[in-house]
Structures are given as C-alpha cells and as structure tokens.
C-alpha cells in the first residue's frame, strides 16, 4: 500500500488549488467534497488559515494516517482505513520497487510466485 500523496510543504501547510489537484478535494461552504462525497469540517478554522489548508488536520478528517517532516519539506498522507485493513485481511503486499546493491532497481512483483524476505534497517 503506497501513500496516498506526498506533498513538499516547509509549513505543513499547502493552498486550497493544490489540495484540489494532488488530492483532489475541493473545499466548499459543506465541507470537503470529492466529486459526490463530503466530509464534514466541524473547525474550519483549525483547518484553514492564510498559510493555506493545513495537512495534518486535513488527513485527520481524512482519518488517514499522516507523517510530517518539517526539516525535509515533506508531508505523506497515507490510504484510508478501509484500504489499508484490507491490505491487512488479505495478507498481500502491493507492488513496490527499491534500488538493490548492484545499483539497478527490483520490483516486488519480479518475484511472483517465489518467497521472499525482506529486511528492512536504517542506520540512524
């Protein structure tokens, strides 16, 4: 399960354009609306400001996982909830692809049928 979108924001904080066309929600007098679907925003305020719409409150009301990194610029909302138990209940890892020690690139989904392990570390 891949995040929804990551966003490079140094505030934390991106304009309502930019929410509409990364993510693609609009917000309007109802609320937060995709195409049919709205979300309530019960504090506009704590949402908006004249730095823009703010990403943490905005995937909370997304009920969405969300990760900043102030020093980065960088802002990764992650899938909904139903996505992501789903993920958990049918036990399959969506395709991914990450740089291997020989400096080419290795996709998950090059192993189908095949078990496979992986270590994940970092060195800080």
């Given amino acids: 399960m891949q995040p929804q979108a990551v966003i490079v924001s140094s505030s934390g ?6 929410l509409s066309s990364e993510l693609g929600w609009t917000l309007k007098p109802e609320g937060l609306c995709r195409e ?4 309530l925003v019960p504090d506009r305020a704590r ?6 719409v703010d990403l943490e409150t905005f995937a909370e009301l997304m009920d969405r996982p969300v990760v900043v ?3 980065a610029g960088l802002t990764a909302i992650g899938a909904p909830r139903e996505q992501r ?3 958990l209940n049918d036990l399959h890892a969506p395709d991914f692809a990450l740089p291997d ?16 392990l992986l270590v994940a570390f970092s060195s800080w």
């Avoid at 904080?13 to 930019?18: A, K």
């Avoid at 949402?47 to 823009?52: C, N, P, Q, R």
């Fill in 13 to 18: 904080t991106v304009s309502e354009q930019t």
């Fill in 101 to 116: 020690l020989d400096g080419g690139v290795t996709a998950l989904s090059d192993h189908r049928s095949k078990k496979r």
């Fill in 69 to 71: 990194d102030p020093v």
């Fill in 36 to 39: 049919e679907v709205c979300v």
């Fill in 85 to 87: 138990r789903g993920a």
């Fill in 47 to 52: 949402l908006v400001s004249d730095a823009g």
